[in-house]
């Protein structure tokens, strides 16, 4: 059976697939992507909401062969085409000296990308109040498949094996954020610079907008190569609503923190993760878009994925007819400000795995 075609992956991810069986890499619970499997679509590996109940109403199912190596994707019983299944990398099966998994430390995204949360608690996350609705940063550390703080020195380590082992290109180092003013840009400096004395791998960055400038030069010295600093809601009403904590860091500083950004790491070096069907329409996510585009950060547009135990989990997806109709507005900014995802170093956005955005650039 043919690969299935490329396009259909807007229409995966907005409605999820219901999966029938095992194997495949598959991530529950976390900062996220969160209740994905992977799946590879001719050269291109994409993250698939699958493990969460809402995707069981997809009218897409996917049914597994024998070895989980690949898999048929169905709609309405019809079958469209096959995908591979990328396996369980190789440093899943190693440990730290003191027991400690490496799957716990760090996980293996889409197919070549190392992600870990430095920090596995945020200062919101505990009041509901303040915590992003949407999140389940909290889930897999209660659930025992991580720890709460990583250590640069098993940071370094399993990025070495990561890149030895399996090929790793690049890394992504997010962080809950702590009660300090740097919002968490401390540990990310040491955390990157353990990792880089060790081990030549890319490394993304991404916090809330700090205190000060001065930690995006500071940043860069440790290793990092690129920054996300992430809107997720674009409009105030939708902020206030659905991260009413996060929302208090206004506006106006993470466009300032952006521009400041820029100097330092670059054009397209640094990136905003926004989540569409949180409530913002597409003129506004479009027009933000537009406005972070022209500043040389790169808008990385993804379809809302409700996850199971999180305030949102019954939260409507959007449409595949909304992201269709969005996708090809942010492609437009992007060409026009010069905004490649394969030139960004080290993300996200570089990575694409969340969303169909690289096929509009």
């Known amino acids: 059976m043919a690969d299935l075609a490329l396009g259909l992956l807007s229409e995966l991810q ?3 697939v219901r999966w029938q069986g095992d ?9 996220g992507p969160s209740d994905h499997k992977a799946l590879s679509l001719g050269e291109h590996t994409a993250m698939v909401p699958m493990l969460n109940l809402a995707s069981q109403a997809s009218p ?3 049914v597994p062969d024998a070895r989980g190596e690949q898999a ?5 019983g019809q079958a469209l085409g096959q995908v591979r299944l990328p396996g369980v990398p190789s440093f899943y099966g190693l440990s730290t000296a003191d027991g400690t998994p490496y799957w716990k430390i760090a996980t293996l995204h889409s197919r070549d990308v190392l992600a870990t949360t430095v920090l596995q608690h945020c200062i919101r996350m505990n009041d509901a109040s303040s915590a992003c609705q949407f999140c389940a940063i909290g889930q897999s550390l209660e659930a025992g498949k991580t720890i709460a703080r990583k250590r640069p020195a098993q940071l370094a380590e399993v990025a070495e094996a990561a890149v030895r082992l399996d090929g790793v290109k690049h890394m992504v180092m997010t962080t809950g954020t702590p009660n300090t003013p740097d919002r968490g840009a401390a540990i990310l400096c040491e955390s990157a610079a353990a990792v880089t004395a060790r081990v030549a791998l890319p490394i993304q960055a991404q916090c809330e907008p700090p205190d000060s400038d001065a930690w995006f030069g500071r940043l860069k010295a440790a290793g990092v190569v690129s920054l996300g600093m992430h809107l997720e809601a674009v409009s105030e009403a939708v902020r206030a609503r659905i991260m009413p904590g996060k929302a208090q860091v206004p506006l106006a500083r993470y466009f300032s923190a952006f521009e400041a950004a820029v100097k330092v790491f670059g054009h397209g070096q640094v990136s905003t993760y926004i989540l569409a069907g949180l409530g913002d329409s597409g003129d506004a996510i479009a027009q933000m878009s537009e406005r972070l585009a022209a500043m040389g950060v790169y808008p990385f547009v993804v379809p809302f994925v409700p996850i199971d135990g999180t305030p949102l989990a019954s939260h409507p997806k959007p449409s ?3 992201m269709q109709a969005l996708y090809p507005r942010i492609g437009q900014s992007l060409r026009r400000h010069g905004l490649r995802a394969a030139d960004v170093h080290a993300g996200c956005a570089k990575c ?3 969303s169909a955005l690289r096929q509009h650039e």
């Open 60 to 62: 897409y199912s996917a």
């Open 23 to 31: 194997g495949g890499l598959a991530r529950k619970g976390g900062a």
């Open 320 to 322: 595949s007819a909304f």
């Open 352 to 354: 694409g795995a969340c």
């Open 14 to 16: 907005c409605h999820g």
């Open 72 to 76: 048929v994707i169905f709609r309405d």
